[in-house]
Nanobody, 130 residues
Framework: QAQLVESGGGSVQPGGSLRLSCQAS????????LGWFRQFPGKEREGIAQ????????HYADSASARFTISHDLSKKTFNLQMSGLKPEDSGMYYCAARAKYAGAWCLDGAPRESDFSHWGQGTQVTVSS
């Protein structure tokens, strides 16, 4: 059964850092578009960052480009979101996503859009508060 499983969420003080990881099983990450999204209560899910693993082409939302970094480790079948300088308004549920199950799905230009991704993890909660 193909799965994407997030980890690394939790509580952190403002200005702190977290590293979210997404463990993939049953997916081909090489040559795939992988993304991170977040959702605030009562809001739609919004894209943070995406990476096309063939060539490591990345795209970020304007709100995330200065503080967040997306990366991957094909040998471990994981992809990650390093977050620094966290603010209370970053609190929410964070999701990883894959555009396709297998290779051949490049990222579309610009910040990631929910409609471009077909496969989702269950989410991990991030809370930033003092």
């Amino acid at each position: 059964q193909a799965q994407l499983v997030e980890s690394g969420g939790g509580s952190v003080q403002p200005g702190g850092s977290l590293r979210l990881s997404c463990q993939a099983s049953g997916y081909t990450l090489a040559g795939n578009c992988l993304g991170w999204f977040r959702q605030f209560p009562g809001k739609e899910r919004e894209g943070i960052a995406q990476i096309y693993t063939h060539g490591d082409v990345t795209h970020y939302a304007d709100s995330a480009s200065a503080r967040f970094t997306i990366s991957h480790d094909l040998s471990k079948k994981t992809f990650n979101l390093q977050m620094s300088g966290l603010k209370p308004e970053d609190s929410g549920m964070y999701y990883c996503a894959a555009r396709a199950k297998y290779a051949g799905a490049w990222c579309l230009d610009g910040a990631p859009r929910e409609s471009d991704f077909s496969h989702w993890g269950q989410g991990t909660q991030v809370t930033v508060s003092s």
